[in-house]
């Protein structure tokens, strides 16, 4: 069930980040990161929450954001 909500919230931040509203865009995908396990949604949810920060010159948590999207995604190919 957790997922599923997860999925919804990271669709519900996509319509906001089309429309311009990157506050709500990272509520949700925020939302969405307390969720979610899976990690190649975490990844995803990174890097747009991470386009988010861009987009509202928030560079800082831009780029943390894009550092642990990136490092979920490779830690799901890393050898063990």
Do not use: I
């Not at 429309?19 to 949810?45: C, R």
């Not at 560079?59 to 999207?69: E, M, N």
Request: glycine share 4%; with cysteine.
């Amino acid at each position: 069930m957790a997922e599923v909500e997860a999925a919804q919230l990271k669709e519900e931040g996509n319509r906001h980040f089309q429309s311009q509203d990157y506050k709500a865009a990272t509520k949700s995908y925020s939302q969405a990161l307390k969720l979610t396990k899976d990690k190649s949604l975490l990844a995803t949810l990174y890097r747009n929450r991470a386009a988010c920060g861009l987009k509202m010159e928030s560079y800082v948590q831009a780029a943390s954001d894009a550092s642990r999207g990136h490092l979920v995604y490779l830690s799901g190919w890393w050898p063990r």
